[in-house]
């Protein structure tokens, strides 16, 4: 009887919180993954999230771009000030508002894993070097000098909280199936 009551206990704690986390990133209200970031020649920061990029100039949010596509995607700005996207199928060269200047296939996805590997870090037209890391889960995009973006707080609790109860499930529901199976419950 306890291990059918620790079940219980366990699905009406961990379900409602996975629901809400997974409805939320879903949605796109939340963003816990980033596809890359980098920095145009004025200084105006440029985050993918799951959805679109987001502008940011001096901490504030000035504008938003659509990626061109709704599955996972990897960009660049170039020293001409382009956008250059892959999506694993597709290369766009956008301009910085995120209109189309050009397409064409990528072949063998070279340019998207070339993009992929080079995602957390950014050398701007002036030489300055710009990381994108974690800190305790939450991520932040900083120069040698400064952070420029850091993970919003109600991301990061999302984040977090949807980490934790997915992880839940591979150590508690073993030890929950064990004593109920085991004879000599206590």
């Known amino acids: ?37 980098a920095v145009d020649s004025s200084g105006i920061l440029y985050v993918g999230t799951d959805r679109e990029i987001k502008k940011y100039s001096d901490g504030k949010a000035v504008g938003t771009i659509s990626p061109q596509t709704a599955r996972g995607y990897a960009f660049t700005i170039q020293n001409d000030d382009t956008i250059l996207l892959s999506t694993a199928s597709t290369v766009y060269e956008l301009d910085l508002s995120g209109n189309v200047l050009s397409q064409r296939n990528d ?31 939450r991520t932040v995009i900083c120069s040698d000098d400064a952070v420029l973006y850091q993970m919003p707080t109600t991301d990061y609790i999302v984040r977090i909280a949807f980490l934790m109860s997915v992880l839940s499930v591979f150590v508690f529901v073993p030890i929950i199936v064990y004593r109920w199976r085991s004879p000599n419950r206590p």
């Open 1 to 37: 009887m306890k291990a059918k009551r620790m079940l219980l206990i366990y699905l009406l704690c961990v379900f409602p919180v996975m629901s809400v986390c997974l409805s939320m990133i879903l949605s796109g209200s939340v963003s816990v993954f980033y596809s890359g970031f």
């Open 107 to 137: 072949e063998g996805t070279k340019e998207f894993n070339r993009l992929q590997k080079s995602k957390n870090r950014f050398t701007a037209q002036d030489g300055q070097t710009y990381v994108m890391k974690t800190k305790w889960g």
